[in-house]
Structure formats: C-alpha cells, structure tokens
C-alpha cells in the first residue's frame, strides 16, 4: 500500500484506530516486560549479595 502523503499514511486507509492501538499495546507489552526484568535482576542480585555476606559472616564466625 502506496501513501500519498503523511495525512493518508497516519489514517492508514481507514484503519488508523486499530492500527495504532496495537502498536500502542505492542509498546507498552515491551516496555512492561524491560521493567519486569530489570526489577527482577536488581532483587536477585540483592538476594546473591545478602546471600553472600551471610556467607562470608558464617565463615569467620567457625
């Protein structure tokens, strides 16, 4: 499919509505998904560096 100009190509030959919703809700899929993994490597990071402070603190205690 062929725009002639910006206007035509924004209202994607009728479909602007559900053309740009999904494209909305693709961003937004991904953008939660980055969040969702960076949150969860920082926890898990924070759990392995408590983890191995404890650990350390038990050695020196024997």
């Known amino acids: 499919m062929q725009f002639d100009n910006i206007g035509e190509f924004l209202a994607m030959g ?20 980055y969040i969702a993994v960076r949150q969860a490597d920082a926890r898990q990071r924070r759990r392995l560096a408590w983890s191995s402070r404890e650990q350390t603190e038990l050695t020196k205690l024997k």
């Open 14 to 33: 009728g479909h602007a509505l559900y053309v740009w919703l999904a494209y909305g809700a693709t961003v937004l899929v991904l953008l939660g998904s």
